[in-house]
């Protein structure tokens, strides 16, 4: 048998899709996926509305380089501590209220922002917007998998992650058009107004779903494995090189994400040279890129599962390489001048550093026992966001003493790009979802 490869199940072995309580449910399954893809894509719109209305605000308020990245990284300040506790009320709060109320304090943060403010009260209002938006995405995975058999997770999960992609994809020629109509104040009312829509929806349709076991299959074509224990040490489970290595994965791919949506808009428009306009157009295109791309490789995931080929291939190394050669194109087009191509290798690097989120989280949830996922995914998440709090301030820093502002976010791409290389390929062999779900099997047994 080839390596990486496993033998098909038999035509006797239960699919976990199979029962009727599951065919029951599949229909509002996908209506709570849409609604999990609308508040990932609000969360991302939140994200990158300081990024667009950069210039203004910085005009407006008299900041500096150094000061707005303040701003930028402030958002991650509690990102963590509300990633952990979202996590641990995520096993204790029906996903309908506690989304519904995460949701609510997004609005709450964004509103005040509509009137004149002062640098002290944006950064408030971003420490704020940053704790409630800390377990969205921890959430709306442990809520999505709740709806769907370990085998056919890995697409959902991409759907859920490419609402990052489509968030800023809209928000960006939007909200460009309402700073530049009226003002950057407006935009942030429609993003708050937005938010309470969601909110309402929410409460109306969404909720978690019946899938109370992690699900053994891995995949289309994977065997029957031992089912994980209901519990594990959180020390052991993080022990597990799997989950080393995804944390470091996520970690870089996040400071990408997080300097994409701090700094892409200004780097345009001041290291580059673009009007406005054009630059909040040209900010679109990334996340267009990236919201295909997650989607295309979470079927790809599924589909070379379904072939049978292992986790260790589909949730792994095909994640960990996807980053890495982001992480390539994102030297590559900081050492190139204004043009078709470094544009083309900037959109590529997005693509491909988005791309395999759902795949790897799919991965997580074969290591992760189900009723520790909302916590694992929660202690996860707030590890990563770290990215997102060092990565805008040393762009910042490096914008403010670079000879000239193309210069510095130069310098601070070609550090990303090469930190990012370097993690993902540790990560690349250090995960094996597999390998460590049979070890925590194993010592479950001994225990």
């Not at 990633?83 to 997004?106: D, H, Y």
């Not at 940053?130 to 370990?150: D, I």
């Not at 890129?289 to 095909?318: D, E, F, P, Q, Y």
Request: hydrophobic share 50%; net charge neutral.
């Amino acid at each position: 048998m080839p390596v990486g490869q496993q033998s098909p199940p038999s035509d006797t072995t239960p699919r976990p899709d199979a029962s009727p309580s599951s065919t029951r449910s599949r229909g509002r399954a996908w209506i709570v996926l849409a609604l999990l893809f609308c508040l990932v894509l609000i969360n991302f719109a939140d994200k990158v509305i300081v990024g667009l209305s950069g210039v203004e605000m910085k005009s407006e308020l008299g900041l500096d380089d150094a000061q707005f990245g303040i701003i930028q990284s402030s958002f991650f300040w509690l990102f963590a501590v509300g990633s952990i506790l979202g996590g641990w009320l995520g096993g204790k709060i029906r996903a309908r209220w506690l989304f519904a109320g995460i949701a609510t304090l997004w609005a709450i943060s964004l509103a005040p922002m509509a009137a004149q403010v002062g640098f002290t009260t944006i950064v408030a209002c971003r420490v704020l917007l940053g704790f409630a938006e800390g377990p969205t995405t921890a959430l709306a995975m442990q809520v999505a998998h709740s709806w769907f058999p370990a085998h056919k997770r890995a697409v959902p999960s991409s759907i859920v992650v490419a609402g990052a992609g489509v968030g800023p994809l809209i928000a960006a020629p939007v909200l460009t058009w309402v700073i530049t109509e009226y003002s950057w104040h407006a935009a942030f009312g429609v993003l708050a107004a937005f938010g309470m829509v969601i909110v309402v929806v929410w409460l109306l349709l969404g909720d978690s779903g019946p899938e109370g076991e992690p699900g053994t299959g891995s995949g289309d074509g994977a065997v029957h494995q031992p089912t994980l224990p209901d519990r594990v040490p959180l020390g052991r489970l993080f022990g597990t090189k799997t989950l080393i290595g995804m944390m470091l994965l996520f970690f870089v791919a996040y400071a990408c994400t997080s300097v994409k949506v701090s700094w892409l808009p200004l780097y345009l428009e001041e290291g580059l040279g673009y009007d406005d306009t054009t630059a909040g157009n040209l900010v679109a295109l990334p996340y267009l890129g990236s919201a295909l791309a997650i989607i295309s490789v979470g079927l790809l995931s599924r589909s070379m599962t379904k072939r049978g080929m292992s986790n260790r291939v589909t949730r792994g190394i095909l994640p960990s390489a996807m980053v890495i050669a982001s992480g390539l194109c994102t030297m590559a087009f900081s050492a190139l001048e204004r043009g078709h191509w470094q544009m083309a290798l900037l959109i590529l690097s997005s693509c491909l550093n988005s791309a395999g989120y759902g795949a790897a989280f799919a991965g997580l949830a074969d290591v992760i026992p189900a009723k520790q996922r909302s916590m694992a995914f929660g202690i996860l998440t707030a590890v990563y966001s770290l990215g997102g709090v060092i990565a805008p301030v040393v762009i910042g820093r490096l914008v403010a003493s670079g000879e000239t502002a193309a210069a510095g976010y130069g310098d601070g791409f070609m550090l990303l790009g090469a930190v990012m290389t370097v993690a993902a390929t540790a990560a690349l062999f250090l995960t094996s979802p597999d390998r460590d779900a049979a070890k925590l099997v194993r010592i479950a047994a001994k225990d």
